[in-house]
């Protein structure tokens, strides 16, 4: 969708306030999170699948990101414009390439804007690739990484005082040959395939204790199922074998499913509310209306088929809260209260909480508090501006989704070279 643009007139003060709530409206990223709980789905999935983002798209990126960063530290950047010119005309390079091969391809990064687009691939994956342990100084930015390309003779102390030589990646498979002037399929060799399945294997959580005391931390469920590869398949993360997990990350699948479940009848009546407050303003019907009552009516049935595990789950709701600040997740105790009381009344009787006016003031005044003049149930500006999209009506699945993508990718990958063999 190409951005909006606004041209300012005269404006009365009123008109220029609802102006300001419209622009504000508009600028939220998706509006996924209008209830304030993506610090515990984010708690989660960095727990479960760490190195992993929302906006990944194929796990080749992995790659392709320091292969581009390598090839411009290989052509001596003579000035920090100089090296970002040449990053994106690598990165540009790859799009294309990326799109001769094929261009149905899905996931390719740029592939519409091309040389326009804001987050190319190096932004996108930069973080994850010093999670996998691909980019061995972890630490570094990518500004950082750039001044090192712009030095001399790169080096850094270690813990005797003595300079040693920097090295940024890890002993990584090399790119093809006329990387990124050919036709590049977004499928990872066979060899590729298996070194970015070992990097997933070797990844570790670390509790804040296992900070503190150095220690490595503990195996995740990316690292497992990499391990594994053929459970990728399973449609949500607790669909895997508790055989393949082992208790402890059993246990933090059972408390995410938990908090999945339950917080999905929040999520589905604040929509409802929205529905409601625009019939109640004279709008018209929309069609996604339909749609939404399909959602709860599942929703209500997930409830009633899992009420024996949503009753041990809210049993656990403060060993939840406990756990996450373990692993450094802090969450705020208004958020707490909230998922506490949404969900314990949800758990007793669900059509009853989705029926509750408490309940319903409880979700209008969490908006309220976040997200202010951009709260669409108590402001009328934000709410004109939303077209009856159903924000977020998918099930938290804390980015499995994403990492299921990355390994499946691993796998097809695999396949397609030895077929070609």
């Known amino acids: 969708m190409s951005p909006s643009t606004f041209t300012w007139l005269q404006f009365d003060d009123e008109q220029s306030r609802r102006a300001r709530e419209l622009v504000r409206a508009l600028s939220e990223p998706g509006t996924l999170d209008s209830l ?43 000035s920090r414009e100089n090296y970002e010119s040449r990053l994106r005309d690598i990165e540009v390079a790859t799009i294309d390439a990326l799109k001769l091969a094929d261009p149905s391809a899905r996931g390719i990064i740029g592939v519409e804007r091309g040389r326009k687009t804001r987050n190319l691939a190096s932004t996108v994956y930069w973080s994850g690739t010093a999670t996998w342990g691909i980019r061995a100084a972890a630490d570094l930015t990518r500004a950082d990484v750039r001044d090192v390309a712009l030095a001399p003779r790169p080096s850094r102390r270690n813990d005797d005082g003595e300079s040693t030589p920097l090295a940024i990646w890890d002993d990584i498979p090399d790119p093809p040959s006329e990387f990124p002037d050919e036709p590049l399929s977004i499928l990872p060799t066979p060899e590729e395939a298996d070194y970015l399945l070992s990097k997933m294997a070797t990844t570790r959580s670390r509790t804040v204790t296992d900070k503190v005391r150095n220690a490595p931390g503990r195996p995740t469920l990316l690292a497992e199922v990499a391990r594994s590869p053929h459970a990728a398949k399973a449609e949500n993360l607790w669909d895997i074998p508790s055989t393949l997990l082992g208790d402890e990350l059993t246990a933090l699948v059972e408390l995410a ?27 018209e019907p929309f069609a996604g209306r339909a749609e939404l009552d399909v959602h709860i009516a599942e929703w209500l049935a997930e409830m009633s088929r899992d009420e024996a595990r949503m009753h041990a789950w809210r049993a656990r709701i403060p060993e939840m809260f406990e756990l996450l600040a373990g692993y450094g997740v802090t969450v705020r105790p208004s958020t707490r209260d909230f998922v506490a009381t949404w969900s314990t009344a949800a758990v007793e009787d669900a059509p009853a909480a989705l029926a509750s006016s408490a309940l319903a003031d409880l979700i209008t005044d969490r908006e309220a508090r976040l997200k202010k003049l951009s709260a669409r149930l108590t402001h009328d500006s934000p709410l004109h501006a939303w077209n009856g999209e159903l924000l977020g009506i998918d099930q938290l699945d804390f980015r499995w989704g994403v990492a299921r993508g990355h390994i499946l990718d691993c796998l097809e990958g695999k396949e397609a070279g030895h077929a070609q063999s």
């Open 257 to 283: 499913h938990g908090f999945a479940t339950a917080i999905q009848g929040a999520r589905l009546r604040y929509l409802d509310l929205l529905f409601e407050r625009k019939a109640a303003m004279g709008g």
């Open 36 to 78: 304030g709980i993506g610090t515990i789905r984010d708690g989660f999935a960095n727990i479960l699948l760490p190195g992993t983002s929302t906006i990944q798209t194929r796990a080749r990126y992995f790659l392709l990101v320091p292969w581009a960063v390598r090839r411009v530290e290989a052509s001596r950047p003579r």
